[in-house]
């Protein structure tokens, strides 16, 4: 039987998986019975050794006996703290969590590999391994802790997809080079003085200078950094007061900052704190400032992004090609490209015939679940490239 024969075998149990998973939605360092379904999976699985490198990962090796590359293919199994709008039977059964950005799709797929992997395992050299990470969803995430365990010991290069919204099903989005952001957080706390609304000139209102701050943040890109540079800067949460007649004492902000060069990554805190400093100080306000580093950038080396392009156009041919640009969203898929050489692309997964419109991280997002047998015939055929 065919490589491909093999992935038209398990297509339908690829689905079945997923939206068992679907359903059983677990979050960011609680994936217990995400991670022993996967481990239950896998074991059924012939030819696989089988571990739980942390307490809610697992990762799969199949050693073929003969030598050649280790290739490393991951997979992340967390979801969001989002309630499910969709009405579809296999709709999220746990109140408060869902899977709204398509890991439960990444984890099937990546099953279904190992099952078309292992019964291939003849046509191989090498080794490969499967890893199905926990909490990428919420830093510090799951990556650094698998590492530090041991995953990518001896690992010749590594890959990963996401299936991708806006990208239509049957295309495959490729990235040379930096490919998704290094995400930061930043918290901000204004202290004022509060007092009745009626007399605002015996307070320091902390809304208005609040509200200044915000403004003035986002001159740090279009003022205070080189426009050819890429960043972005967002306040995302901005909480203060209680009722209409009252001016607080304080406002909190949080937000994000993402960039893709080092150097600038270093120097917007800095910039950040010079723009809050004089505001707050200009209203005779305080100021906390709290600055997170994130993940780190995910950037995709050229002859392994070269592999999966090859790969991509040989198995769906040229128009399946996307030659995307970079996107500001953040993935720990870049902690296992500073261990090995690695390729992290995009799998097309909407489809607005079917309706499938709704963004990453909405409470109706879905994918076309076409997508997932794309999703296992191109691992699965990258696998053969690499390994033969």
Not at 134 to 161: K, R, S, W, Y
């Amino acid at each position: 039987m065919t490589s491909d024969e093999l992935v038209t075998n398990v297509h339908q149990q690829v689905v079945d998986w997923r939206r068992h998973l679907h359903q059983n939605p677990e979050l960011s360092f609680h994936e217990q019975d995400t991670a022993m379904f996967v481990q239950e999976t896998l074991e059924s699985v012939s030819g696989l050794d089988v571990t739980r490198p942390t307490a809610t990962s697992v990762m799969a090796r199949l050693r073929t006996g003969r030598p050649g590359k280790v290739l490393a293919i991951r997979a992340d199994m967390d979801a969001l703290p989002i309630q499910e709008e969709n009405q579809f039977e296999f709709r999220s059964q746990r109140p408060g969590a869902m899977h709204a950005c398509g890991h439960d799709a990444h984890t099937a797929m990546l099953l279904g590999t190992a099952k078309v992997l292992s019964a291939m395992a003849d046509q191989l050299s090498g080794e490969v391994r499967f890893i199905f990470q926990h909490a990428e969803e919420l830093f510090p995430g799951g990556a650094d802790e698998m590492i530090q365990a041991g995953v990518m010991d001896g690992v010749d290069l590594v890959i990963g997809a996401h299936v991708w919204a806006p990208l239509e099903v049957g295309k495959i989005g490729i990235v040379y080079g930096p490919a998704m952001a290094a995400p930061d957080t930043f918290w901000i706390t204004i202290h004022g003085t509060g007092g009745h609304a009626a007399m605002p000139h015996q307070t320091v209102d902390p809304i208005v200078v609040g509200a200044q701050v915000v403004s003035g943040l986002q001159h740090i890109v279009s003022r205070a950094v080189d426009p050819l540079s890429t960043v972005v800067v967002s306040v995302t949460q901005f909480v203060a007061g209680t009722t209409h007649n009252v001016i607080p004492g304080s406002a909190q902000m949080q937000g994000t900052v993402r960039s893709f060069d080092p150097e600038l990554r270093e120097s917007v805190p800095a910039l950040m704190e010079r723009f809050v400093k004089g505001i707050t100080h200009a209203h005779g306000a305080t100021y906390e400032l709290k600055y997170e580093q994130g993940y780190r950038v995910v950037h995709n080396e050229s002859t392994v992004t070269a592999l999966v392009e090859d790969t991509v156009r040989e198995v769906l041919g040229e128009a399946a090609i996307d030659t995307m640009k970079p996107t500001m969203g953040g993935e720990d898929f870049s902690a296992f490209q500073e261990r090995a050489p690695g390729c992290f692309f995009f799998v097309g997964a909407g489809n607005p015939t079917k309706g499938i419109v709704h963004p990453h991280h909405h409470p109706r997002f879905t994918i076309d679940e076409d997508a997932l047998d794309i999703g296992v015939r191109v691992f699965v055929h990258i696998a053969a490239r690499a390994l033969t």
